[in-house]
């Protein structure tokens, strides 16, 4: 882990409030995982607005070229910040952070769920997986089409994607985790894991799922595996304050340890940013 | 003569006038990760309490315009768990001073936590967090009352040989009523201010942004007024040691408190902001000093150059 200022090598929209951004950062490359975040600064001087740093995750990473690539949508003032600076200038960054995603034993097929701004992290992922040798396919979900991100990247990696979004602009029309469990209708491809209750549980045991999406699509994502007994990894995001395990301030509650214990909420920074689906208690 | 950052904080020799702030830097060891901090002055743990403590929910923190506000709850590992786990790390530093900030409901919480550390190596001094206003049992009641905030340093002092530094809130309407009762009941040092109680809403949903709904303002938006506060007790206790603390985020901000008169600094949020701002600060301190050819911190404590009629002590407020 570092903190450093990192020259921006790349800077650009890939879609309607979304930008991908490349660091050339070879010390944080080199040891970055798929599931981890930079913490990135996105105002240096007085007045300090906005004041605190911003957990991005990580899209790609080339340690080889020593680069890391991040991706994030404009939200508020922080994000407006960030996309303001040119190709060229500095960036401050702390990282590689965070726990990132565990690997499936061999012979596993991994399912990337991901809905909006959590689309990215599973495309890091996916690379990963396939350098394992773990098959995988891509559910992607938005609220419109032009929100659903990163379909490209997944493509280029050979992994098949399904898409849905929620006024129905592109792909599925509708919720890509309710309406793919219930229905089927999704996308062929689905239908043999998710569709149909019966053929679930033969095939349940070789699925893991990841997760990474708004509250409400991962809450229904890690029903829908407990229903279906798939073990499954969320990646969680939390408004953070250092981001180094220090303010206590992006803590999620788990069931994994007593009431009133003070490991009874865990550090999303820390402890997190990926959990087990089923020690999350869901806000 | 070469400038020297060394300084003395009541019985405590530092050296150099930079700490870090309770609760922004857990036990030391997350950010050495990422610089060596044995570079730093002093090193204030986050609060300690006899028994672990969960915390509050969340929502905890939410930023405010050059500011952030924080309702914790205390979550710590508690006394033991600090002694067997945390405890080696800072033990292991030989720069910064140990400041343990210890926190309890009860005033015998108070002197348990101190009588039980008494026997612990490797620590220089004790700060009383008496002014955490996000714990509904605790804090505030002792640092808003100058008889409660004087019994508990006076039975504390009895327990403990090391230094004893007392955390003081701004929540209150004259502080220096609040300093000069710990200053009399026995504590070596004062540390001011804590954070400000604090409240931001949600417009859209008409909700507290916080789970607690208020919580303690930190960071840049507070400096101003933790100058004021630090002036006013170097006005009113010419010789009590002062850390001052407040949204200081670069060596300016720093000395910009020891004109004021605090002899020492605590850097607390901009942890979050910029990690390795400890030693920008402690670098730039430094250099500002030899480039007025100052010899020392000391040079600076309490000489804000204001009007003759606001020099010296302020008038004594009685009731």
Same mark, same amino acid.
């Given at each position: 882990m570092v903190q450093e200022k990192a020259k921006i090598l790349l800077h650009r929209k890939i879609a309607r409030d979304h930008y991908r951004m490349r660091l050339k950062a070879p010390s944080a490359a080199r040891g970055a995982r798929p599931g981890q975040f930079i913490h990135i600064r996105c105002r240096e001087e007085s007045p300090y607005d906005p004041l605190l740093r911003r957990p991005i995750s990580l899209v790609d990473v080339d340690p080889t070229g020593g680069t890391l690539d991040i991706v994030y949508k404009v939200m508020g003032l922080g994000t407006r910040a960030l996309a303001q600076m040119p190709e060229g200038s500095k960036a401050d960054f702390i990282g590689p952070l965070g726990k990132p995603f565990a690997f499936p034993?061999?012979?596993?097929?991994?399912?990337?769920i991901g809905g909006g701004v959590g689309i990215p992290p599973l495309v890091f992922?996916?690379? %990963?997986?396939?350098?394992?040798?773990?098959?995988?396919?891509?559910?992607?979900?938005?609220?419109t089409k032009e929100w659903v991100i990163c379909r490209d990247d997944f493509r280029k990696l050979g992994v098949p994607v399904h898409v849905a979004? +929620? +006024?129905?602009?592109?792909?599925?029309?509708?919720?890509?985790? +309710?309406?793919?469990? %219930?229905?089927?209708?999704?996308?062929?491809a689905t239908r043999h894991f998710l569709g149909s209750r019966d053929s679930a549980a033969s095939v349940a045991g070789d699925l893991v799922f990841y997760i990474c999406g708004p509250t409400g699509m991962m809450k229904a994502a890690a029903a829908l595996a407990r229903r279906r007994g798939i073990p499954a990894q969320v990646s969680l995001e939390e408004r953070m304050g250092c981001a180094m395990g220090c303010c206590m301030?992006?803590?999620? %509650?788990?069931?994994?340890e007593p009431v009133g214990s003070h490991a009874r909420f865990q550090r999303v920074c820390t402890e997190g940013p990926v959990f087990p689906a089923e020690a999350v208690l869901w806000r | 003569m070469a400038t020297q950052l060394k300084v003395q904080l009541g019985?405590?020799?530092?050296?150099?006038?930079?700490?870090?702030?309770?609760?922004?830097?857990?036990?030391?060891?997350?950010?050495?990760r990422l610089y060596d901090v044995s570079r730093l002055g002093g090193i204030?743990? =986050?609060?300690?309490?006899?028994?672990?403590?969960? !915390?509050?929910?969340?929502?905890?923190?939410?930023?405010?315009?050059? !500011?952030?506000?924080?309702?914790?709850?205390?979550?710590?590992?508690?006394?033991? *768990?600090?002694?067997?786990k945390k405890m080696p790390f800072l033990r292991s530093l030989k720069g910064p001073r140990i400041i343990v900030n210890i926190v309890g409901d009860r005033i015998s919480e108070y002197v348990e936590l101190a009588a039980r550390l008494e026997d612990v190596k490797g620590i220089d001094g004790l700060e009383l967090n008496l002014s955490c206003p996000n714990c509904e049992r605790g804090g505030i009641e002792f640092g808003v009352n100058p008889k409660l905030t004087a019994e508990v340093i006076r039975k504390v002092r009895r327990r403990t040989r090391r230094a004893i530094i007392a955390k003081l809130s701004p929540n209150v309407t004259d502080v220096t009523l609040i300093a000069r009762a710990a200053a009399e009941a026995g504590a070596d040092a004062l540390s001011l201010i804590n954070t400000l109680l604090a409240l931001a809403v949600d417009a859209?949903?008409?909700?507290?942004?916080?789970?607690?709904?208020?919580?303690?303002?930190?960071?840049?938006?507070? =400096?101003?007024?933790?100058?004021?506060?630090?002036?006013?007790?170097?006005?009113?206790?010419?010789?009590?040691?002062i850390i001052g603390l407040g949204g200081i985020m670069t060596a300016r901000d720093a000395v910009e408190f020891l004109l004021c008169g605090a002899n020492a600094v605590q850097l607390g949020t901009?942890?979050?902001?910029?990690?390795? *701002?400890?030693?920008?600060?402690?670098?730039?301190?430094?250099?500002?000093?030899?480039?007025? =050819?100052?010899?020392?911190?000391?040079?600076?404590?309490?000489?804000?150059?204001?009007?003759?009629?606001?020099?010296?002590?302020?008038?004594?407020?009685?009731?």
């Open positions: 034993p061999k012979g596993k097929r991994a399912v990337l992922l996916a690379k %990963e997986l396939l350098k394992k040798k773990i098959k995988a396919t891509a559910f992607l979900g938005a609220r979004t +929620d +006024d129905g602009t592109l792909g599925f029309h509708g919720s890509v985790v +309710d309406r793919a469990a %219930e229905s089927g209708r999704v996308a062929p301030g992006c803590v999620v %509650e788990v069931n994994t | 019985p405590l020799k530092l050296q150099n006038p930079v700490l870090v702030a309770s609760g922004t830097f857990g036990y030391g060891e997350e950010y050495n204030v743990t =986050k609060s300690i309490s006899l028994k672990p403590r969960s !915390g509050n929910p969340v929502p905890r923190i939410y930023e405010t315009p050059s !500011g952030m506000i924080n309702a914790i709850g205390l979550q710590n590992v508690g006394l033991e *768990a600090f002694i067997q859209s949903t008409w909700r507290p942004r916080i789970a607690t709904v208020t919580g303690g303002l930190s960071g840049p938006a507070v =400096k101003p007024v933790a100058l004021r506060m630090v002036w006013q007790v170097r006005r009113a206790l010419p010789k009590t040691p901009v942890n979050y902001v910029n990690p390795k *701002a400890p030693l920008e600060v402690i670098a730039g301190l430094k250099s500002y000093l030899a480039e007025r =050819k100052l010899k020392s911190p000391s040079a600076l404590v309490g000489k804000l150059q204001v009007p003759e009629r606001l020099r010296g002590l302020p008038q004594v407020v009685t009731g």
